[in-house]
């Protein structure tokens, strides 16, 4: 009875933390230098072949590897991982496209990758385009 109380009382994000145990203060606090593979795999929701292929097709995504060979990512690797992501996976676009939106961010130093202006997309403007067309239709029918 107590614990439904307390669960009334909290909002939902401290409910959260507290059945999973994370918290964005948490993730500050453990915050650090170098990330292995596998903690970038944990923190992206990709494999490590994954990010071992797109090392060798994004000449951008270099983490240095400390004496034993094993790759060191920095916290400017996993913002470059997460919006290489967000390119080839929700964007659509190939890895070719990839490559020449990074460079142009990169080359537009005043925008950092997870700055971007989200461009709409083109079957997006076509819904718009169709749903215009449909309701013209309507007014004529």
């Known amino acids: 009875?107590?614990?439904?109380?307390?669960?009334?009382?909290?909002?939902?994000?401290?409910i959260e933390c507290m059945i999973t145990?994370?918290?964005?203060?948490?993730?500050v606090q453990n915050r650090k230098t170098y990330y292995s593979i596998r903690e970038v795999c944990a923190q992206t929701g990709l494999e490590p072949h994954v990010?071992?292929?797109w090392e060798?097709?994004?000449?951008?995504?270099r983490p240095k590897k400390n004496r034993a060979g094993n790759r060191a990512y920095r916290e400017k690797d996993i913002e470059l991982i997460f919006f290489i992501k967000n390119l080839l996976y929700e964007e659509q676009?190939?890895?070719a496209g990839a490559k020449k939106k990074i460079t142009e961010s990169r080359q537009n130093k005043?925008?950092?990758?997870s700055e971007q202006p989200h461009e709409p997309q083109p079957q997006t403007a076509?819904?718009?385009?169709?749903?215009l067309a449909i309701d013209e239709l309507k007014g004529v029918l």
């Open 126 to 131: 076509n819904k718009e385009t169709v749903r």
């Open 21 to 27: 145990g994370n918290s964005k203060l948490s993730s």
């Open 93 to 95: 676009y190939t890895i």
């Open 110 to 113: 005043d925008i950092q990758p």
């Open 56 to 61: 060798t097709e994004f000449p951008q995504l």
């Open 1 to 14: 009875m107590q614990l439904l109380y307390i669960a009334l009382l909290l909002p939902a994000y401290y």
């Open 51 to 53: 990010l071992r292929y």
